[in-house]
C-alpha cells in the first residue's frame, strides 16, 4: 500500500481555471472581509480565516459531486463558500444575527447546510472526524455511491479518535476522503515539535489506508489527487487519505499575532506560491482570459462580498427567545 | 501583576523549588501558553522541564498520571476547559481513582490547569464552566482563583498537594477584574490592590474562602468571576450583603459559610454554569442542612440558563449585576 506523491500535471480547461480562480478569489476576499468586520468589531470572540489554504477545498470541490458531503473543523468559511453556501448567510453568522446560517447560535465555529450536505464546522478539535466516518457509513449502508470529504488539520491529526476512525474505516470499507489539510502549525506549535512523522499519511499504512502528499498550494495538483481520492473511495475500496501541504497566511484566529514564524517565513509563501496567483499567471500566460477579464470578475466577487457584508451588518440580532430553541426536539 | 503573571510566577517558583515539578500542554512550552502563562519557562528551565504537547488532552492527562505515580509533580494546562472533555475518562477513572484503588501505595499529584468561563465571545466550545462535572468527583479536589493573589498562592498549594487539584483560571479575569458592565472599559489588575501579589513560596491553603466584603443581611456565596458581579450587585443595591469568595469548591469552607448565613440568616448563591445540577445546588443543600433554623427567606440561585453557552446573547446568559441585584432584593423582601 506504496503512498505516492502526485506530480504530473492534470489537463484544464480553460473555463474551469476560471472557475477555480474565481472560486478562490470569494473566499480569500470573503475572509479578508470578515478580518475588516473582525477589527471594526462587528465580529467578536474566534474567527479562524482560511486566507493561503484556499487551494485545497476548491481542489476537492472539483473532484465532489451531487449528494457528496464534507466535514470539517472551526477553519471552516472557505468549505462553505466553496460548496455554494450563501456568503451572506455565513458572513451574518460571524457577527451573531438571525439571518446567519445557524440563526446566530454557532457563530464563526458552527454552520450547517443539509441542502449542500455540509455537516459542520466543528470547534472541538479532532471531533469531527469520527463523525465523518458515521456519514460513510450511511452512505455504505445506503449503498448510494456518495462519498464524504472529512477535513481535519495537522494539529488534530494527533487526537486518539482520529486513529480509532483510521480503523474503523478501514474494517468498514468506508468510502471517507480523510483530508488533513497541513498548514504546517496548530495554533503556535510548529509541526514538528508535535508530530513524530513529518508525512502525516504515511500513518495510513499502519491501518491498511492508501493516501499521498499533495501540493496544496497547488489548485490542479489538488484536483488531480482528489480524483484519485474519489475514484477510490467510489469503487468501494474504503477509505483514502490525502494530505495536502498547505500554509495559512494569517495568525490561527484573529486573535493570534503569529510571534511564533518569521514574516519572512510568510512573506516566501505568499509571493512565490500563492495559490490564486499561480492561477492567474496560467490564466494570463496560456491567453485564457485578459487583465481585464480579470478585473471583470474581481469587481463580481467584491460585490458578492460588500452584499454578505451588509447582509450581516444589517441583519437584525436574534430574538431572546433563541436561546431556548433547538435544545431539545 | 496580572493573573497571567501571578499563575507564570507560582510556576516559576514551584520549578525552582522542586526540579520534580513538569509543566507541559498544547502550545504551553516554545510558545509560553496561549494566554501566556507559561512564558518564559521553557528558556529558564530547558525543554525536559517545560515542554509543548500535541493536541490530545487524553494523552496529556494520561502520562500525567502515570509521570505522577511515579514520582514527578505534573502541572499540565489543558487549553480551555471546553476540550477537557477527550480527557474525562482519565481524570475520573485514573486520577480521581488510583489513591484509592491501590490502597494508598500510587497517588496522583497532578494540577490540571484550565481557563474556564465566559465574557469572551467565545460561543459554546470557548466558555463553559464545568466545575460540578469535576466537584462531583470523590477525589479531586476543585479550585478556582479571583484574583493575582490568591491565583499564584493556590496554584503554590495545588502543586504541594498530594492529590489531584483542577485549577480552574476565570479568562475573564486574566487582565483585571470583570464585574458584568461588559461595556466599561478593563480595569487593569495593576490598579487594583489585589493585583499586588505577594514575593515568596507563600501558599494560599486550600479549602479556605475569603470573606470579601462584611455585611449582616444577606450572604452571597461566589467564586471566579462572579466574586466581582457580585461586588457590583451589591454596591447597586445599596444591601448590606456579605460577599464570600470560596476560592476552593472541594475542600469546601463549610464553616465559613455556615457562620456567615447563621449571622445575615439570607443566602444568594451565584455561578455563571448551568443551573441544573450546577455546583450552587450542592451549596443550596449544605447551607439548607446547616442553617435550616437561621433561614428568614428561600435560598436563591442566579446562575447561567440551562443552555448551551449562546454565541450571540452572551449577555443575556452571563449572569451580571442586575439579575443578581433583583435576586438581593427578593430575598430581602421574602
Ligand atoms: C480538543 C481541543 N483541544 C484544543 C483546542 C484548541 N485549538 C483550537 S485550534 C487548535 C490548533 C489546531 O491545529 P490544526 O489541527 O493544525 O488546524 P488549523 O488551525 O491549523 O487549521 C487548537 C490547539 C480545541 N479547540 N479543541
Ligand atoms: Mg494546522
Known amino acids: ?329 | 501583576m496580572t493573573m497571567i503573571e501571578a499563575i507564570r510566577e507560582a510556576h516559576d517558583v514551584a520549578m525552582a523549588a522542586d526540579d520534580k515539578v513538569v509543566v507541559y500542554g498544547e502550545d504551553v512550552g516554545f510558545f509560553g501558553g496561549v494566554f501566556r502563562c507559561t512564558a518564559g519557562l521553557q528558556e529558564k528551565y530547558g525543554k525536559s522541564r517545560c515542554f509543548d504537547a500535541p493536541i490530545n488532552e487524553s494523552g496529556i492527562v494520561g502520562t500525567a498520571i502515570g509521570m505522577a505515580a511515579y514520582g514527578l509533580k505534573p502541572v499540565i494546562e489543558i487549553q480551555f476547559a471546553d476540550y477537557v472533555y477527550p480527557a474525562y475518562d482519565q481524570i475520573v477513572s485514573e486520577a480521581a481513582r488510583l489513591r484509592h484503588r491501590s490502597n494508598g501505595d500510587f497517588t496522583c499529584p497532578i494540577v490540571i490547569r484550565m481557563p474556564t468561563g465566559g465574557g469572551i465571545f467565545g460561543g459554546q466550545t470557548h466558555s463553559q464552566s464545568p466545575e460540578a462535572l469535576f466537584t462531583h468527583v470523590s477525589g479531586l479536589k476543585v479550585v478556582m482563583p479571583s484574583n493575582p493573589a490568591d491565583a499564584k498562592g493556590l496554584l503554590l498549594a495545588s502543586i504541594a498537594d498530594p492529590d489531584p487539584v483542577i485549577f480552574l483560571e476565570p479568562k475573564r479575569l486574566y487582565n483585571g477584574p470583570f464585574d458584568g458592565h461588559h461595556d466599561k472599559p478593563l480595569v487593569s489588575w495593576k490598579k487594583h490592590p489585589l493585583g499586588d501579589v505577594p514575593d515568596g513560596s507563600d501558599a494560599v491553603p486550600l479549602g479556605k474562602a475569603k470573606i470579601r466584603r462584611e455585611g449582616a443581611d444577606l450572604t452571597i456565596l461566589a467564586y471566579g468571576t462572579m466574586v466581582y458581579v457580585a461586588e457590583a450587585a451589591v454596591a447597586e443595591t445599596g444591601i448590606d450583603a456579605e460577599v464570600i469568595d470560596l476560592r476552593s469548591l472541594m475542600p469546601l469552607d463549610l464553616e465559613t459559610i455556615v457562620a456567615s448565613v447563621q449571622k445575615t440568616g439570607r443566602c444568594v448563591i451565584v455561578h455563571e454554569a448551568t443551573r441544573t445540577c450546577g455546583f450552587g445546588a450542592e451549596l443550596m443543600s449544605l447551607v439548607q442542612e446547616s442553617c435550616f433554623y437561621h433561614l428568614e427567606a428561600p435560598i436563591i440561585r442566579v446562575t447561567g440558563w440551562d443552555t448551551p453557552y449562546p454565541h450571540a446573547q452572551e449577555w443575556e446568559y452571563f449572569p451580571g449585576p442586575a439579575r443578581l441585584g433583583e435576586a438581593l432584593n427578593k430575598v430581602m423582601e421574602d
Open chain 1, 1 to 329: 500500500m506504496a503512498a505516492r506523491k502526485s506530480t504530473k500535471k492534470t489537463n484544464v480547461s480553460a473555463d474551469e481555471l476560471l472557475q477555480f480562480y474565481r472560486d478562490m478569489l470569494l473566499i480569500r476576499r470573503f475572509e479578508e472581509k470578515a478580518g475588516q468586520l473582525y477589527g471594526m468589531g462587528l465580529i467578536g470572540g474566534f474567527c479562524h480565516l482560511y486566507i493561503g489554504q484556499e487551494a485545497v477545498v476548491v481542489g476537492l470541490e472539483a473532484a465532489a459531486e451531487e449528494g457528496d458531503k464534507r466535514i470539517t473543523s472551526y477553519r471552516d468559511h472557505g468549505h462553505m463558500l466553496a460548496c455554494g453556501m450563501d456568503a451572506g448567510g455565513v458572513m451574518a453568522e460571524l457577527t451573531g444575527r438571525e439571518g446567519g446560517l445557524s440563526k446566530g447560535k454557532g457563530g464563526s465555529m458552527h454552520m450547517f447546510s443539509k441542502e449542500k450536505h455540509f455537516y459542520g464546522g466543528h470547534g472541538i478539535v479532532g471531533a469531527q472526524v469520527p463523525l465523518g466516518a458515521g456519514l460513510a457509513f450511511a452512505d455504505k449502508y445506503l449503498d448510494n455511491g456518495r462519498v464524504t470529504f472529512t477535513y481535519f488539520g495537522d494539529g488534530a491529526a494527533n487526537q486518539g479518535q482520529v486513529y480509532e476512525t483510521f480503523n474503523m474505516a478501514a474494517i468498514w470499507d468506508l468510502p471517507v476522503v480523510f483530508v488533513i489539510e497541513n498548514n504546517q502549525y496548530a495554533m503556535g506549535t510548529a509541526q514538528a515539535r508535535s508530530t513524530s512523522t513529518p508525512d502525516i499519511y504515511t500513518r495510513g499504512e499502519a491501518f491498511g489506508i492508501p493516501g499521498e502528499a499533495v501540493d496544496g498550494m497547488n489548485v490542479l495538483s489538488v484536483k488531480e489527487a482528489s480524483e484519485r481520492a474519489v475514484a477510490h473511495c467510489r469503487a468501494g475500496k474504503g477509505p483514502y487519505i490525502l494530505e495536502v501541504k498547505t500554509y495559512r497566511y494569517r495568525g490561527h484566529s484573529m486573535s493570534d499575532p503569529a510571534k511564533y514564524r518569521t514574516r519572512e517565513e510568510v512573506q516566501k509563501m505568499r509571493s512565490e506560491r500563492d495559490p490564486i496567483e499561480q492561477v492567474r499567471d496560467m490564466l494570463l500566460t496560456g491567453k485564457h482570459a485578459s487583465e481585464d477579464d480579470l478585473k471583470a470578475i474581481d469587481k463580481e466577487i467584491k460585490d458578492v462580498v460588500n452584499e454578505a457584508a451588509d447582509f450581516a451588518r444589517t441583519s437584525p440580532e436574534p430574538g431572546l427567545e433563541e436561546l431556548w430553541t433547538d435544545i431539545y426536539a
